[in-house]
């Protein structure tokens, strides 16, 4: 089992109708607007880990951002960083605005050549001067 899954909270919702519906259908098929916001973000967190053990990682991450849990993409980027998954571990740091965290691996994005992520990066930490750096001289 990854770490992952085992930073699970103890009340994951069991084969909750609208999670598989949201897995088969895409979060596009139901309206989680009626529901309130805790209800709302232990459906998406379900939702995002069932997508991460199905391999469906840029999906896990984007239901993961949808439900909020700012949290648990923090210690998803910190795993991918662990396993040399550099580009996965932006993905999830961006919406967290983790400064220290997107430094580190808009430096890694660059050594990677992922000039476009990098820039993302540091745009998520207010750093303007650096994304726009990138952008003018690497994409």
Not at 111 to 128: F, I, M, S, V, W
Request: hydrophobic share 40%; net charge positive.
């Amino acid at each position: 089992m990854t770490k992952f899954l085992l930073m699970a909270h103890y009340n994951i919702l069991m084969d909750h109708p609208i999670v598989d519906k949201i897995l088969k259908e895409g979060i596009r098929s139901v309206n989680l607007s009626m529901l309130d916001e805790k209800s709302r973000k232990s459906i998406l967190t379900d939702v995002g880990e069932k997508l991460y053990r199905q391999g469906k990682l840029i999906e896990a991450i984007d239901i993961l951002e949808k439900a909020g849990d700012i949290e648990r993409l923090k210690k998803l980027g910190d795993l991918f960083a662990s396993e040399g998954k550099f580009e996965l571990a932006a993905l999830c740091f961006i919406p967290t605005k983790d400064k220290d965290r997107l430094n580190n691996i808009a430096v890694r994005c660059i050594e990677l050549k992922n000039y476009k992520l990098a820039a993302a990066a540091y745009d998520a930490t207010g750093n303007k001067p650096m994304a726009d750096f990138m952008r003018q001289n690497f994409g």
